[in-house]
């Protein structure tokens, strides 16, 4: 249902300097919540104006940007009812019982169907302060699961709709009927997408600073900025954000920063100057935002990431090309894997300058890998060995890069480099002097 909202009216007016008399104003006050009669066309699509009606014969003609959407996610879809809500800014993302099964309505007498939980994501309108929706989408969680399961679930989609309404490339209809993948089993998934979301913006607005003081940017800069600003919506009386003016003017004789596209596939990929400009905190997420896979270590850490940590990749032989099963007990030849016999006569070297191996990354997952250590001597071997990870993993498309903290011997930091199993000899030498070249730049 849309109604009128007079105070959308006013403002939209006031923007564009028309002049509104007492009389009109009175009115419009007055039928201000009244039901918004929609126009259609000829192929019944709704027109962007509308009509209120005042007295029983007489119609005002209104755009429908003056207008709002009432939205209740219950009464809205009847037999609805709310499971959780939680708020953030101008942010409200609900779930919502709307007795939705896998193909639709739920069937209690399927046992293979499950009663799901809705999403519904609405933002607050900054006029009126009521919340519009942005969008609404069945989830794969279940209505009855866990209720920590259920509050985590929706932490991260809020997390998710907040970090999305902040990007500058943001786009929130794709974002919202995303979730409609989401389950008990991937809401890991979605926080390592917010996690890349978040220092992707952050490391764009540190380096618009960046950018700003390499050129010579002082306080009187943006001082002439801001006047200039103050002016242009003086004399054109439309508001306009100081970000809008920016980017429509520019700095310096009209020069801008690069939009964040091309941020992202240019500077973006320069490991140093990421990790020069980000909070210290965000370095670890911007490597693995880059594909490397990171374990660090922790004095709270429980068993289960211990042995993660320590056991993120099982060994086939060692640097000698000694073949072994797990490191645990010799074997011979004819015991290996078949996916690794090959590689074993073909791509494993001990001439590579880096020490190779024949590995096993996950359950049958097999490759050769170059694996390099750096020194448990602090945090400063550990950056010198993100900024490796992060290069080779920019360089290498072909490879799965991991870095684990004191994983090695005597607590060493291990990177590992694995290339399939099924990788050429040609590939290997070309990726081979990648690795050197990146490993060697010190």
Same mark, same amino acid.
């Given at each position: 249902?849309?109604?009128?909202?007079?105070?959308?009216?006013?403002?939209?007016?006031?923007?564009?300097?028309?002049?509104?008399?007492?009389?009109?104003?009175?009115?419009?006050? &007055?039928? &201000?919540?009244?039901?918004?009669?929609?126009?259609?066309?000829?192929?019944?699509?709704?027109?962007?104006?509308?009509?209120?009606?005042?007295?029983?014969?007489?119609?005002?003609?209104?755009?429908? !940007?003056?207008?709002?959407?009432?939205?209740?996610?219950?009464?809205?879809?009847?037999?609805?009812?709310?499971?959780?809500?939680?708020?953030?800014?101008?942010?409200?993302?609900?779930?919502?019982?709307?007795?939705?099964?896998?193909?639709?309505?739920?069937?209690?007498?399927?046992?293979?169907?499950?009663?799901?939980?809705?999403? #519904?994501?609405?933002?607050? #309108?900054?006029?009126? $302060?009521?919340?519009?929706?942005?969008?609404?989408?069945?989830?794969?969680?279940?209505?009855?699961?866990?209720?920590?399961?259920?509050?985590?679930? /929706?932490?991260?989609?809020?997390?998710?709709?907040?970090?999305?309404?902040?990007?500058?490339?943001?786009?929130?209809?794709?974002?919202?009927?995303?979730?409609?993948?989401?389950?008990? #089993?991937?809401?890991?998934?979605?926080?390592?997408?917010? %996690?890349?979301?978040?220092?992707?913006? !952050? +490391?764009?607005?540190?380096?618009?600073?960046?950018?700003?003081?390499?050129?010579?940017?002082?306080?009187?800069?943006?001082?002439?900025?801001?006047?200039?600003?103050?002016?242009?919506?003086?004399?054109?009386?439309? %508001?306009?954000?100081?970000?809008?003016?920016?980017?429509?003017?520019?700095?310096?004789?009209?020069?801008?920063?690069?939009?964040?596209?091309?941020?992202?596939? &240019?500077?973006?990929?320069?490991?140093?100057?990421?990790?020069?400009?980000?909070?210290?905190?965000?370095?670890?997420?911007?490597?693995?935002?880059?594909?490397?896979? !990171?374990?660090?270590?922790?004095?709270?850490?429980?068993?289960?990431?211990? #042995?993660?940590? /320590?056991?993120?990749?099982?060994?086939?032989? &060692?640097?000698?090309?000694?073949?072994?099963?797990?490191?645990?007990?010799?074997?011979?030849?004819?015991?290996?894997?078949?996916?690794?016999?090959?590689?074993?006569?073909?791509?494993?070297? @001990?001439?590579?300058?880096?020490?190779?191996?024949?590995?096993?990354?996950?359950?049958?997952?097999? $490759?050769? +890998?170059?694996?390099?250590?750096?020194?448990?001597?602090?945090?400063?071997?550990?950056?010198?060995?993100?900024?490796?990870?992060?290069?080779? %993993?920019?360089? /290498?498309?072909?490879?799965? !890069?991991?870095? +684990?903290?004191?994983?090695?011997? @005597?607590?060493?930091?291990?990177?590992?480099?694995?290339?399939?199993?099924?990788?050429?000899?040609?590939?290997? @030498?070309?990726?081979?002097?990648?690795?050197? @070249?990146?490993?060697?730049?010190?």
């Amino acid at each position: 249902m849309y109604i009128f909202n007079s105070v959308m009216y006013h403002e939209r007016m006031r923007q564009k300097g028309a002049q509104i008399p007492v009389e009109l104003m009175q009115l419009l006050t &007055n039928i &201000n919540g009244r039901q918004v009669e929609t126009v259609y066309d000829n192929d019944g699509e709704p027109l962007d104006y509308g009509f209120v009606r005042i007295m029983p014969d007489f119609l005002f003609k209104v755009e429908m !940007i003056d207008c709002q959407y009432l939205y209740d996610p219950i009464s809205e879809y009847g037999k609805g009812e709310l499971v959780l809500s939680k708020e953030r800014e101008n942010i409200r993302v609900a779930f919502v019982d709307r007795n939705e099964g896998y193909g639709g309505e739920y069937v209690p007498c399927d046992p293979a169907d499950e009663k799901l939980l809705h999403l #519904n994501v609405e933002m607050r #309108n900054t006029y009126t $302060g009521e919340y519009m929706p942005q969008g609404s989408v069945c989830t794969n969680i279940c209505v009855y699961a866990p209720t920590p399961i259920i509050e985590k679930a /929706l932490n991260v989609i809020l997390d998710c709709v907040c970090e999305e309404s902040l990007n500058p490339n943001g786009w929130m209809k794709r974002r919202i009927e995303s979730f409609s993948d989401i389950d008990e #089993n991937n809401i890991s998934d979605y926080e390592k997408e917010v %996690a890349v979301a978040r220092v992707r913006r !952050i +490391a764009y607005e540190r380096y618009q600073m960046y950018w700003l003081m390499e050129r010579g940017a002082t306080i009187d800069v943006f001082n002439q900025m801001a006047e200039g600003w103050l002016r242009k919506c003086n004399v054109e009386k439309k %508001a306009q954000s100081f970000k809008e003016y920016i980017y429509e003017y520019g700095f310096f004789l009209s020069v801008l920063f690069p939009s964040f596209s091309e941020f992202l596939g &240019n500077v973006y990929r320069i490991p140093e100057l990421m990790l020069n400009i980000l909070p210290h905190h965000e370095t670890v997420n911007y490597v693995r935002s880059l594909g490397v896979k !990171i374990y660090e270590y922790s004095d709270s850490e429980t068993e289960e990431e211990r #042995n993660l940590r /320590l056991g993120h990749t099982k060994y086939w032989c &060692n640097s000698c090309g000694e073949l072994h099963r797990y490191g645990k007990e010799m074997i011979a030849e004819s015991e290996l894997p078949s996916e690794l016999r090959r590689a074993y006569h073909v791509l494993w070297a @001990d001439c590579y300058g880096v020490p190779c191996y024949l590995v096993e990354m996950g359950e049958e997952n097999y $490759g050769v +890998a170059l694996v390099n250590e750096y020194p448990a001597n602090g945090k400063k071997a550990f950056d010198t060995a993100m900024i490796d990870a992060a290069h080779l %993993a920019i360089r /290498l498309s072909n490879a799965k !890069i991991t870095l +684990a903290e004191n994983a090695g011997c @005597d607590e060493s930091h291990e990177l590992v480099i694995c290339f399939p199993a099924d990788i050429s000899p040609n590939e290997m @030498d070309a990726a081979v002097k990648e690795v050197n @070249d990146i490993l060697d730049a010190k």
